[in-house]
C-alpha cells in the first residue's frame, strides 16, 4: 500500500493544530496560577500613602499606616535640629548623620517606620532616653532622628521612601 499523495502535508498539519491547541490548553490551566501572584486590588491601593501634615505642630508626632505598617512623622523644634545635628557619630552604634535621614529643605520633618529594629514592637514617640522613640518592649532607646541610641536593636528605625508634593504634603512609596 502507498500513501496517498496528498497525506505528508495533511500529517503535518494535523500535529501542529494538535500542538498549538495542547499549548493554548496549558496556558489557559496555568493562567490561573499566575495571576493569583498578583497583587491584591487592596495591597496596590495601599503602595502609596498622601498625608497632609499642615496639622502637625513642631514637636508632634502622627502615626499614619503605609503599607500596613505604622509610620511616625514628626516634626522636631529647632531644639531638637541642633541637638541632633549636634550628635557625635562615633557615639552611634549605627552612625548614620541626621541630614542622611531627611530630605533638604524639610530637615524639621522626620518620617520613620514605626517598627523597632530589634523584634519589631511599635516604639512609643517622644519618650526614652533621648526624647525620641522608646519601645518598652526591651528598652530601645532611638533619639529624635530615630537612631538608636541604646537597647538591643541593632539598627535605625527604617526611613521608607517618601516625597515631598508640596510644603503640605507628603507622598510615602
Not at 37 to 64: F, H, K, R, Y
Not at 149 to 156: D, E, H, I, L, S
Request: proline share 8%; hydrophobic share 35%; net charge negative.
Amino acid at each position: 500500500m502507498s500513501e496517498g499523495h496528498g497525506d505528508g502535508p495533511r500529517r503535518d498539519f494535523l500535529v501542529i493544530a494538535a500542538a498549538a491547541a495542547g499549548g493554548v490548553g496549558a496556558a489557559a490551566m496555568a493562567w490561573p496560577f499566575v495571576d493569583q501572584m498578583n497583587p491584591s486590588a487592596d495591597v496596590l491601593a495601599l503602595s502609596t500613602t498622601e498625608v497632609d501634615i499642615s496639622g502637625i505642630e513642631s514637636g508632634q508626632t502622627i502615626t499614619v499606616t503605609w503599607q500596613k505598617k505604622p509610620v511616625f512623622i514628626r516634626r522636631r523644634t529647632a531644639d531638637e535640629l541642633s541637638a541632633m545635628n549636634a550628635t557625635d557619630l562615633d557615639s552611634l552604634p549605627d552612625p548614620q548623620s541626621d541630614t542622611d535621614r531627611v530630605k533638604p529643605g524639610h530637615e524639621e520633618w522626620l518620617i520613620v517606620l514605626a517598627a523597632c529594629t530589634h523584634l519589631g514592637c511599635i516604639p512609643k514617640p517622644e519618650q526614652g532616653d533621648h526624647d525620641g522613640f522608646f519601645c518598652p518592649c526591651h528598652g530601645s532607646h532611638y533619639d529624635a532622628s530615630g537612631r538608636i541610641r541604646k537597647g538591643p536593636a541593632p539598627a535605625n528605625l527604617e526611613v521608607p521612601p517618601y516625597e515631598f508634593t508640596s510644603d503640605t504634603q507628603i507622598l510615602i512609596g
